[in-house]
C-alpha cells in the first residue's frame, strides 16, 4: 500500500470501557476509519476491539507475540494464530519497552517474527538505539544488530519501526536529520542484507503528536509512524491520521 501507515500503541492503557469508547471515537471519524491505520490494544481487549472492527477500515494490531509456534503448555501466552483468529492484521515484534523490562533476544524475536509471519500477520520489527549509545556513537551498529534476524527469517511482508528509546514518552522528538539518516541507513542494511518483504517500509516512533506529525510523515524514507501517547487522545491521533491522509 502507497502512502503513510499510522499505528497507535495504546501500551499497558485503557480498561474494557474506555477501550470501546476509545476505538468508536476512531470509528467516528473518517481521518481514522482508514486501511492505514492501525490500533495496537492490550491483548485482552482485542477480541471484543476486532467484533467492532468488523467491516471497518481501521486495523488491528497486537503488542507481542508469543515465540512459541504451536498451542501447548505455554502458560500465560498468546500465540500468533490465535491473534490471527481474532482479526489482528499487524503485531509489535521487540518493543523497547519488551526489551528493556522482558529482556526479549534477538532468537526470540526471530520465532516471534516467523510465527507472526506463517500465521499471516504483518510483524512490525522495532529497533532503537538508547541515549547513551546514540551519544557513544555506537548507535547504527545497535540498529544493524538489531535488524540482523531479518537475514533469517522467511521470506514475507514486515514492517520496521525506527524508534530512538531516548525519545519514547519523553518529549524529545528526533529531528528530521536524524530520522531520515537512520531510515535511509535502515533500508539500505535492509536491501542488502533480508530477506525480500513485499516492500521495505519504515515507520518513525517517538514523541509523534499532533503538532510534529507531518513535518515527519513528510521526512525522507517515513513511510509511517508509531504513535505512544498522543494515540490515546482521539482528538490527537486523529490530527496525526489527517496528516497522513494528505500524504496519501
Ligand atoms: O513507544 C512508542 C510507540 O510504540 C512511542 O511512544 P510515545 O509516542 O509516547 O513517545
Not at 32 to 55: E, M, N, S, T
Not at 72 to 86: F, H, K, N, P, R
Request: charged content about 15%.
Amino acid at each position: 500500500m502507497a502512502g503513510k501507515l499510522i499505528i497507535g500503541n495504546w501500551k499497558m492503557n485503557t480498561r474494557a470501557q474506555s477501550a470501546q469508547s476509545l476505538l468508536d471515537a476512531l470509528l467516528e471519524q473518517p481521518a481514522c476509519d482508514q486501511p492505514w491505520v492501525g490500533v495496537a490494544a492490550p491483548a485482552v481487549y482485542l477480541a471484543a476491539l476486532g467484533a467492532r472492527l468488523q467491516g471497518r477500515a481501521i486495523r488491528l494490531a497486537a503488542q507481542d507475540v508469543s515465540a512459541f509456534a504451536s498451542d501447548g503448555a505455554y502458560t500465560g501466552e498468546v500465540s500468533a494464530a490465535m491473534l490471527q483468529d481474532i482479526g489482528c492484521a499487524y503485531v509489535l515484534v521487540g518493543h523497547s519497552e519488551r526489551r528493556q523490562y522482558f529482556a526479549e533476544s534477538n532468537p526470540q524475536l526471530l520465532a516471534k517474527m516467523n510465527n507472526a509471519m506463517a500465521a499471516g500477520l504483518v510483524p512490525v520489527l522495532c529497533v532503537g538505539e538508547t541515549l547513551e549509545q546514540r551519544e557513544q556513537g555506537s548507535y547504527l551498529a545497535v540498529i544493524h544488530q538489531q535488524l540482523s534476524i531479518l537475514a533469517d527469517i522467511a521470506a514475507g511482508e514486515y514492517l520496521i519501526a525506527y524508534e530512538p528509546v531516548w525519545a519514547i514518552g519523553t518529549g524529545k522528538v528526533a529531528t528530521l536529520e536524524q530520522i531520515a539518516e537512520i531510515h535511509s541507513a535502515i533500508k539500505t542494511w535492509c536491501l542488502q542484507n533480508a530477506k525480500p518483504s513485499a516492500s521495505i517500509r519504515v515507520l518513525y516512533g517517538g514523541s509523534v503528536k499532533a503538532e510534529n506529525a507531518e513535518s515527519i510523515l513528510m521526512t525522507d524514507n517515513v513511510d509511517g509512524a508509531l504513535v505512544g501517547g498522543a494515540s490515546l487522545d482521539a482528538g490527537s491521533f486523529r490530527m496525526i491520521c489527517q496528516a497522513a491522509g494528505k500524504l496519501i
